[in-house]
């Protein structure tokens, strides 16, 4: 199921394999999407019932998008007690994670009569998307709720597809746990586009956050400019960087973890030893038995799963700077020397103890996380994202007579002779 990799070239082929799973390089998911976002853009909510219907199976009046409050407590009335209680201390621990990420504004003075400075301001609309499907996550309502509170966004709305309410009640209970009553029951390309661009129902967002399929994804890149997104997501992926001392059957149960998310996730094990390579394929074999997503998680590891044996951890911390992973797991016998190692990844879980279940639902930082590489220039999802900084200056009339000529100088240089003029007027008056 999981393939023990030794030879180099074999590992540049399953390498390539990975990458080539961007959402950015398929031209035809990318026609089909676009078509999607204008039809939206143009016929509003009659689009949406229309995909309603098409993708979803669902047969919906334009009345019946947005969710009503007494239909999100009565799915949320059906959650367990125990899940609930998670959920609380999930909310804690990751509002207390960004409340450390806050921000303020901010002004110094540059030279006598020169003030400069950032004004921080929250985005005053958030569409958060909430994937439905094969699995449903209330820890994604968790995760893109808490940091657009903490930056102070002042309307969030949530769309989600059509079911995924009335399949699981934990989403609508997280979500009546947050405040969060403005839900829409509409999933998909489609959905990302009516928040982008508004319909007669859902009025247009700012910023648009949250994971989803690869259509979901294709139609965040493409509105990208009339509003903010988190990032283009593709599939989940983890590494795990492991020597001679990590126990083969924690590493199988956590590469399985991963591959669970579907059928184009990637989990790949990068160690130093051929034996623990082959226990941890012995063991994802024998656990994965027992799996109820069996066929998702076998369909994953064959097609976008390895074991990569190489010479030394130097050359271990190589292959997964090339990866690039969203998630990284360092079972080693000095976790922090090897991480020190690494330069890109979306976030990283140190020691045996510390799976990446734990960030998925529980720790604190945000499990929104860049993939497919991204982790060579983007980060996880946070207060952030829903933020504007705004730049301020202020000139006084002796300061910028001392500085007009030398910002003519620079206008003049570019050709501008409009620029020149408009700082010189202002020390002729």
Known sequence: MIEVVTDARRRRERLAAIHARSVSADAELTTVVAAIVEDVRRRGDAALVEYAGRFDGVSLRPEELRVEERTLRESAARCDARVLEAVRASVENV?????RERVESWEFETARG?????????????????????????????MNVV???????????????????????????????????????VGG??????????????PRVDVITGPGN??????????????????????????????????????AADLL?????????????????????????AQVALQAETLPRRSVVERSLTDFGAAFVVGTLEEA????????????????????????????????????????????YFAGPNHVLPTGGA????????????????????????????????????????????HARSALIRIKA
């Open 317 to 360: 911390c190589e292959v997964v700077n090339e990866l690039a992973p969203e998630h990284l797991e360092i079972m080693t016998r000095d976790p922090d020397a090897w991480a020190a190692r690494v330069r890109h990844a979306g976030a990283i879980f140190y020691g045996e103890h510390t799976p990446e279940a734990v960030g998925d």
């Open 114 to 142: 020169v003030r400069l400075g950032q004004r921080v301001t929250p985005v005053e609309a958030a569409g958060l998307y909430v994937p439905g499907g094969t699995a449903s996550y209330p820890s994604s309502v968790v």
């Open 375 to 418: 982790s060579r220039f983007s980060s996880a999802l946070g207060v952030h994202n829903f933020l504007r900084r705004t730049s301020v200056i202020r000139y006084t009339r002796e300061a910028l007579q001392q500085t007009a000529p030398l910002i003519a100088a620079l206008a003049e240089a570019e050709g501008l002779e409009a």
């Open 257 to 281: 973890a991963q591959a669970e998310h579907g059928e184009d996730a990637s989990a790949i094990l990068v160690t130093t030893d051929l034996k623990l390579a082959q226990l941890v394929s």
């Open 189 to 202: 390309a489609h959905a990302v586009a009516a928040l982008a661009y508004g319909t007669e129902t859902i």
């Open 147 to 185: 940091p657009a509170q903490v930056a102070g966004v002042s309307r969030v709305a949530v769309v989600t597809p059509p079911r995924t309410l009335s399949e699981t009640p934990a989403v609508a209970a997280t979500l009546l746990e947050l405040g969060v009553t403005e839900v829409y029951q």
């Open 214 to 251: 690869k259509y979901v994804a294709a139609a965040k890149r493409l509105v990208y400019g009339a509003v903010g997104i988190d990032s283009v997501a593709g599939p989940s992926e983890v590494v795990v960087l492991a020597d001679e001392t990590a126990r083969a059957d924690f590493i």
């Open 95 to 99: 509002r207390a994670f960004h409340e």
